[in-house]
Nanobody, 125 residues
Framework: VQLQASGGGLVQAGGSLRLSCAASGRTFNMYAMGWFRQAPGKERELVAGINWNGASTYYSDSVKGRFTIVRDNAKNTVYLQMNSLKPEDTAVYYC???????????????????WGQGTLVTVSS
């Protein structure tokens, strides 16, 4: 499976960005997807996940109410809409997916097996 993330950039605090992740190499609509981030000196954390059909989502407490994860199975793409951005959201963002189809552990950071290259999000104060 190949994952290609895009959409990062520099934004002022309070602004918005939308990240995209295009997947290829297997049947997209059978697998959960997630977005992780890693800030300098910190561990990578799962910030949002979505199950295979988009019916269920997960958000970390740090982004709940500000970020939205959606998937377009027709386009083999998952998005992360980020609103009300804060300087502490600055990080490299990675999309990820599971090894097993219809997996149940997509709301857990350890539930993911494949990551794409990251895209840098910088939020200035």
């Amino acid at each position: 499976v190949q994952l290609q993330a895009s959409g990062g950039g520099l934004v002022q605090a309070g602004g918005s960005l939308r990240l995209s992740c295009a997947a290829s190499g297997r049947t997209f609509n059978m697998y959960a997807m997630g977005w992780f981030r890693q800030a300098p000196g910190k561990e990578r954390e799962l910030v949002a996940g979505i199950n295979w059909n988009g019916a269920s989502t997960y958000y970390s407490d740090s982004v709940k109410g500000r970020f939205t994860i959606v998937r377009d199975n027709a386009k083999n793409t998952v998005y992360l809409q980020m609103n009300s951005l804060k300087p502490e959201d600055t990080a490299v963002y990675y999309c990820a997916t599971t090894h097993n189809a219809y997996g149940r552990n997509w709301s857990k950071s350890w539930g993911y097996d494949y990551w794409g290259q990251g895209t840098l999000v910088t939020v200035s104060s």
